[in-house]
């Protein structure tokens, strides 16, 4: 039953590194797929010819899903229906809808290379994140494994009675590690999708702005731009408040409930409001630039502090884990000398 235990926390650590390394995968293959479209729409090239090539260099699972990019592009599919047929997982939607909203102005290689750069960065943040996680959770497994040789080599000892107790007991410590893993992994794609991941909100502002400002400089008028760009955060709560602010601009109203729709400072309005027209998507530009430095900036304060808590947070647990444990081997001490005497 020991054995168990020590399996069950083993497979969660080899499940958790098999799915961080598939999603590592999936966010390269990403990132160079976006680099390599950017490349050739700045250079005129031909895709479907550069996406054949570049399939042969990819893993036999996804090669296929880029040779049917290149089929699509070649029949004559527009560049966003073709990026929208592939699963969500390797291309996001916020992806496709900047592509599709830049789609009929000449800034569309600048909006390819915004979002490839932004999957550079998502790339190299979460392995970053990845081995932050490493350590607390090998100190959790080695704990864990360490514990339970202990409690059984003295429980052994005690009595055989009590054995089958805390092998219960551990087992339900492993149980429950499992049941939290899985529930980590059912709501992290959840609260992905709703956009409710702390600094989500912020990021989904930074990709809204960056991706107006390319269409306002491409002569599109702001609430046409902010309408086409509100999907390209990612952030459907937020998508839904910036169009609903572009509709109120299209009739008349100020732009002050934009950017109080897209979160940004109140300096950062000041500079907004005071642009002039020919200079508004610079200025927007600049403030998004901003605004990504400030996701960055609290992505790097969360890292910071997660290795340390998580620390803790295990420490915790392995110590009430082992106060319930001597509590137990205490009570059948205390029975024992009770039936001697």
């Known amino acids: 039953m020991l054995l168990v235990a020590v399996l069950t926390v083993a497979l969660v650590v080899v499940a958790t590194f098999a799915a961080a390394t598939r999603h590592r995968a999936r966010l390269e293959l990403r990132a160079e797929l976006l680099d390599l ?6 250079r005129g090239l031909v895709l479907p010819p550069l996406l054949v090539s570049f399939a042969e260099e990819t893993p036999r699972r996804r090669r296929k899903m880029v040779q049917d990019l290149a089929r699509r ?5 527009p560049l966003g229906e073709a ?7 390797l291309v996001p939607r916020h992806v496709v809808a900047a592509v599709e909203a830049a789609e009929s102005t000449p800034r569309l290689p600048a909006v390819l290379e915004t979002v490839a750069a932004d999957a550079g960065e998502s790339l190299a943040l979460r392995h970053r994140f990845v081995v932050a996680a490493l350590y607390p959770l090998l100190l959790a497994f080695l704990l864990f494994g360490l514990h339970t040789g202990a409690v059984a080599a003295f429980a052994a000892n005690l009595d055989g009675t009590i054995q089958p107790r805390l092998s219960r007991l551990l087992i339900g410590a492993g149980l429950g590690t499992l049941l939290a893993a ?24 930074a990709r809204v702005l960056a991706t107006s400002a390319l269409l306002v400089e491409a002569g599109l008028p702001m609430d046409d731009a902010l309408l086409r760009a509100a999907p390209a955060g990612g952030h459907p709560r937020l998508a839904r408040q910036v169009q609903a602010a572009a509709r109120g601009l299209a009739d008349g109203d100020p732009t002050g409930p934009v950017w109080a729709a897209l979160g940004l400072s109140a300096v950062s309005r000041l500079r907004l409001e ?3 027209p020919q200079h508004l998507g610079r200025v927007m530009a600049g403030v998004a630039s901003r605004s990504f430095d400030a996701w960055r900036d609290h992505s790097e304060r969360m890292l910071r502090w997660m290795t340390p ?28 000398q009770v039936r001697l005497w």
């Not at 479209?37 to 700045?42: D, K, V, Y």
């Not at 992290?188 to 909100?201: F, H, N, S, T, Y």
Request: contains cysteine.
């Open 37 to 42: 479209i950017a490349g050739a729409c700045r």
């Open 73 to 77: 592009l070649d029949e004559g599919a």
């Open 83 to 89: 990026l929208r047929a592939l699963p969500r997982r």
């Open 182 to 205: 899985a529930t980590i992994f059912l709501l992290l794609p959840l609260l992905r999708r709703l956009g409710a991941l702390p600094g989500a909100r912020r990021l989904g502002s």
């Open 274 to 276: 005071a642009a002039s």
């Open 309 to 336: 808590l998580a620390v803790i947070v295990v420490g915790g647990i392995v110590l009430l884990d082992f106060q319930v444990v001597m509590d137990v081997l205490a009570d059948t001490r205390a029975n024992i």
